[in-house]
């Protein structure tokens, strides 16, 4: 197989670094280290159709990061589109909402279990974010409860002492425990009484760079248990596995209901929209927090949204996803068997993790991510990855391929696996 080149991708870099920090900032550039070994990846795309996006360069690529996560439908999905396009031509930005904002609250309450009602913003960190907010209006109290590994987004109270411009009053109501643990939840309600005023978690652990961990049976009815009788909110960030697992929320997936859940990513396929949706014991707090946006009331994202929904719901979406991502993750790890390597997949299928592990320093599976990046198929080694539902089974066909011809390279570069 051919692989890659980044030419025109490298000398786009070089301007940008010269008027944009850091050239491309934040996690998504090649300084945070993300995309390790720098030189597999391109740096710039020039468009995208469907489960694919062409680099600077017209290199081609299946796209299982999705955008990190928008893109559900693939890219320039027509009935999304087409919906975007005329509530555009009616209006877009305007001093007042258009109905389209209650048609898809409407929609978010008719899908998830625990939606009575939503409050819409761009980011997903805008509606954790409201959603603490809401939770210490509501009862009052300060602190909060979060896992370690888990990402809520870049607002202060979510980062750390060490991260450049946080100062300890930032962090200090944060109380952070580790996911699965029951009794580590009840002991510190135990030493903070009336003092916690919720809980925030993803459905199931997900964070970059470790395993991925599902919800051991019985940890989310104890904690539901725990918020109940201490009167503390428990709210779900659904903002990466919201409409992946479930139409319904993914606290419904795993059979509890939240009292606040966070939806971003997949709800406009790309077009930026969040959401913030409870129960209507909270209707009353969120009201009553300050919060807005320049362009939280733009017309198109929710349009885009509600053919986003309505388009899931009618190829069952998360079903489709699920078995796609089944078949992509025991094709990959029947290939590293193939090959010698153990390839460990953790996760949902639909956003699944996966690291070789026959080395523990991360470097043999960077490689080998760097080898199929080259070849076409557009993955990180530090993330979960995602599947939208254009991917076919061609494409899952090419991928593993793609997979195969990799790890002959890793063989060739001398890199034994531990089988
Ligand atoms: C679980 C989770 N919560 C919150 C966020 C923050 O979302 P945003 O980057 O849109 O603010 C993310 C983003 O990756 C996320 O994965």
């Not at 109380?175 to 643990?181: E, V």
């Not at 949706?277 to 885009?304: H, I, N, Q």
């Not at 080259?374 to 539902?389: E, K, P, Q, S």
Request: charged fraction near 20%.
């Amino acid at each position: 197989m051919n692989t890659y080149q980044y030419l025109n991708s490298r000398v786009i870099f070089e301007r940008a670094a010269k008027v944009i920090p850091a050239g491309i900032y934040g996690h998504l550039g090649p300084a945070e280290g993300c995309f390790i070994p720098v030189e597999a990846y391109p740096f710039y795309a020039q468009r995208a159709q469907g489960a694919y996006f062409w680099d600077a360069d017209g290199n081609r690529f299946i796209d299982y990061m999705c955008a990190y996560g928008p893109i559900v439908l693939g890219y320039n999905h027509p009935a999304v589109e087409a919906a975007a396009r005329a509530q555009q031509e009616q209006m877009n930005c305007g001093v007042l909402p258009g109905e389209i904002m209650v048609q898809l609250a409407e929609k978010l309450v008719s899908l998830v279990d625990s939606a009575d009602w939503a409050f819409f913003a761009k980011n997903g960190g805008d509606v954790t974010n409201l959603a603490v907010m809401t939770a210490r209006a509501h009862t009052r109290r300060n602190k909060i409860i979060k896992f370690a590994g888990g990402y809520h987004g870049v607002s202060q109270w979510m980062q750390f002492i060490g991260n450049a411009g946080i100062i300890e009053e930032d962090v200090s109501s944060v109380i952070t425990l580790p996911f699965n643990d029951a009794q580590a939840v009840e002991q510190a309600f135990k030493r903070y009484p009336g003092e916690i005023a919720a809980i925030i978690a993803t459905p199931y652990h997900h964070p970059a760079m470790a395993d991925n961990a599902l919800p051991e049976p019985g940890f989310w009815p104890a904690v539901r248990g725990l918020c109940d009788r201490e009167g503390a909110l428990l709210i779900i960030d659904d903002v990466r596995a919201g409409f992946r697992l479930s139409l319904h929320g993914s606290d419904a997936y795993y059979g509890f209901k939240a009292d606040l859940i966070c939806f971003c990513k997949a709800l406009g396929n790309g077009y930026n929209l969040s959401a913030l949706c409870g129960r209507d014991a909270y209707k009353e707090a969120v009201s009553s927090v300050f919060y807005t946006g320049s362009y939280w009331l733009s017309a198109m994202p929710m349009a885009a949204a509600l053919a986003t929904l309505t388009e899931l719901e009618r190829i069952d979406g998360p079903g489709l996803m699920t078995r796609q991502g089944t078949k992509l993750t025991q094709g990959l790890a029947q290939a590293a068997q193939q090959h010698g390597y153990h390839l460990k997949i953790t996760g949902e299928p639909s956003m699944w993790y996966m690291r070789l592990t026959d080395d523990d320093t991360g470097v043999l599976h960077q490689q080998w991510v760097s080898e199929c990046v080259r070849r076409g198929v557009f993955f990180t080694n530090h993330h979960n990855l995602f599947i939208n539902t254009a991917i076919t089974d061609e494409d899952i066909a090419y991928t593993l391929e793609v997979a195969h011809d990799a790890f002959r390279a890793l063989r060739g570069a001398g890199q034994k696996g531990s089988i």
